[in-house]
């Protein structure tokens, strides 16, 4: 049986892998129920570290620049270099999986996680710091993809593969929700450097167990390499992103500023000519004649650059401005935690029952007014009120991931549901760096003094900034959800004979 992106009949979409080949039932080993839990386990704690690294570092990142003495956009790297890396880096792990065996890519992905989050504990300066969360996005970037593949290969029947995935799906957002306040516990009580302890025992755990229990798998047929694709991804995001978060230190108009911003230039567009010529593309032009397609790829940047932005901002607000713990920082961000934990499956019915359109209306308004109250904050506005925005936010922020997911795979033929879901996955991690980059130079270019005297002032901008982002994702929600761009979905991307192979149970 060949399982391509998603089986239709299931209603089950696979979002973070390119494509599974599982091999005749009569040629695979029988696992236990009991194995089959344990491999969804040790999935699901390899997605938690990872969901967890993308929120539990923004807490500690007022700690981190006191202590190591970093300047706004060194803090902004801390995060940057971990997300950047890894939304370069998705595809091309998914790809590697099938290509030399998914357990031993995972394996590969835990190890380097765990060694990197490791030296990332013992880091003695911001710059060995930074290097090291590379290291820990290189391995974060084989667990997610790698992990969805595997849960596919092992869940072949319908209703156990839905509830798997759901589950895995559920543990990623309880990642991100509980990230703040796992932080900020961690900080207050052992200090920054206590936030990366807590993936080594998860990480050597859980390389132990899939020895023990995750049968290899692989593609018999897998996609050819795409060394030149991959590169020109990587200098892309790379040039990009160091030219926003440097430019306020060296200047909007300095000539390594814009030679940054020409070579990125010039990597999108050698990226599109080079991919359009390739028979196995890392990533296929043609998938952005479809609206939805290209919609849905909008959305997730912009809805995923104001969580970005927002998770960069908060907790300086709330330690720097406010005076508070990261215990009690992380504390009020829970608010916006669980209203990002419980919208998300209630998004993902909605999209079930009535399309993506009202959810994705619903996460542009969310972002944009929460964004825009924040947007008013002073050094004494009222807990409360600040509350409430929080909690807005996560309210939009929880609504639009499901219909990110389904709008993209909406876009393209059923044969591509999985590079669909890929390119939003990766979608999201740009969204999280370029919000990062964006708003902590904003905020960079506008703070003159101490931060506590001068970050509500300076912020300003930045929240303004969010609240456009969330405006977007509204605007986008209109626009790719209409008949018309409906319409281009398939028969104008080139790419509506693909069929899907059929999917029969075993």
Do not use: K
Not at 64 to 76: P, T
Not at 118 to 138: M, T
Request: with cysteine.
């Amino acid at each position: 049986m060949t399982l391509v992106g998603s089986d239709p009949a299931d209603g089950v979409r696979l979002p973070e892998f390119i494509a599974v080949q599982i091999p005749p039932w009569s040629a695979r080993p029988e696992l236990s129920r009991r194995r089959r839990l344990g491999i969804l386990a040790v999935c699901c704690s390899a997605v938690f570290m990872v969901g967890l690294d993308n929120t539990v570092v923004n807490v500690a990142v007022p700690s981190i620049g006191r202590q190591l003495h970093a300047s706004v956009a060194g803090q902004q790297w801390t995060i940057a270099a971990y997300t950047i890396v890894l939304a370069s880096l998705m595809l091309l792990a998914g790809a590697l999986g099938d290509r030399i065996g998914r357990r031993t890519v995972f394996q590969a992905g835990l190890a380097t996680f765990t060694l990197g989050s490791w030296l990332c504990s013992l880091a003695p300066s911001l710059g060995w710091l930074v290097a090291f969360r590379v290291l820990q996005g290189v391995g974060g970037s084989m667990l997610n993809p790698v992990a969805m593949s595997i849960i596919a290969c092992t869940f072949t029947d319908r209703a156990e593969r839905a509830r798997a995935i759901g589950v895995w799906g559920s543990v990623l957002g309880l990642s991100m929700a509980l990230g703040p306040v796992l932080g900020g516990g961690l900080v207050s009580s052992v200090g920054w450097r206590g936030i990366f302890w807590a993936n080594i025992p998860v990480g050597l755990a859980a390389i132990v167990l899939t020895a023990m229990l995750v049968p290899e798998s692989r593609t018999p047929r897998p996609r050819r390499p795409d060394p030149v694709g991959q590169i020109l991804v990587i200098v892309l995001l790379g040039a990009l992103t160091y030219a926003i978060i440097e430019a306020p230190v060296a200047g909007w108009h300095s000539a390594r500023i814009w030679g940054l911003f020409a070579v990125a230039a010039a990597a999108l567009v050698t990226l599109a000519g080079y991919e359009s010529r390739r028979a196995e593309p890392l990533i296929d032009p043609r998938f952005f004649r479809s609206v939805p397609f290209s919609g849905a790829v909008l959305t997730a940047i912009c809805s995923y650059a104001a969580l970005g932005g927002f998770l960069f901002l908060s907790p300086m607000y709330l330690q720097d401005v406010r005076g508070l713990s990261a215990l009690n920082a992380g504390l009020l961000l829970l608010v916006a935690g669980a209203a990002l934990a419980i919208c998300a499956p209630v998004g993902g019915r909605m999209v079930a029952r009535r399309g993506t359109r009202i959810p994705l209306l619903i996460a542009g308004v969310a972002l944009t007014l929460s964004s825009a109250a924040l947007s008013r904050l002073t050094s004494v506005s009222p807990g409360a009120g600040v509350e409430l925005s929080f909690a807005l936010f996560g309210i939009g922020a929880g609504m639009v991931n499901t219909a990110i997911t389904s709008t993209a795979v909406a876009g393209l033929p059923t044969a591509q549901a999985g590079v669909a879901g890929g390119i939003s996955s990766a979608s999201r991690q740009v969204g999280l760096a370029l919000g990062v980059s964006i708003t902590g130079s904003v905020l960079n270019s506008g703070l003159h003094g101490p931060i506590r005297a001068g970050f509500v002032g300076a912020s300003h901008a930045g929240w303004g900034l969010l609240a456009g982002c969330g405006y977007l994702v509204l605007m986008l929600g209109l626009v790719t959800t209409s008949r018309r761009a409906l319409r281009t979905a398939a028969h104008r991307s080139g790419l509506a004979g693909q069929a899907a192979p059929a999917a029969r149970p075993p």
